[in-house]
């Protein structure tokens, strides 16, 4: 089993930044591909962005390209979401997980971490 803990989020101001963390417990995500994903009020959870085990391919939602990065520490067993130049639109709900497999549904999911950008 793995566990995994979101922290970061808070309110910030439009065009401010933010970094999420997601520390994983349990055993190593080092093999894991992991994901952020987000769910705003009323909306479905969406995609944001993954990141291979290796931290050799990243992959991102259109909305956010160019100014979200993921990255991990794998040394750490944490991920992380930087957030740049944030829009009232990325408010919501943001969630971490965890795949085992290089492709396919995610097998773990942190309990999330509100991030709410004021305009």
């Known amino acids: 089993q793995v566990q995994l803990v979101e922290s970061g989020g808070g309110l910030v101001q439009a065009g401010g930044s933010l970094r999420l963390s997601c520390a994983a417990s349990?055993?190593?995500?080092?093999?894991?591909?992991m994901g952020w994903f987000r769910q705003a009020p009323g909306k479905e959870r969406e995609f944001v962005a993954a990141i291979s085990w290796s931290g050799s391919n990243t992959y991102y939602t259109d909305s956010v390209k160019g100014r979200f990065t993921i990255s991990r520490d794998n040394a750490k067993n944490t991920v992380y979401l930087q957030m740049n130049s944030l829009k009232p639109e990325d408010t919501a709900v943001y969630y971490c997980?965890?795949?085992?497999?290089?492709?396919?549904?995610?097998?773990?999911w942190g309990q999330g971490t509100q991030v709410t950008v004021s305009s």
């Open positions: 997980a965890a795949a085992r497999t290089i492709a396919g549904h995610y097998d773990y």
């Open positions: 349990g055993r190593t995500i080092s093999y894991y591909r």
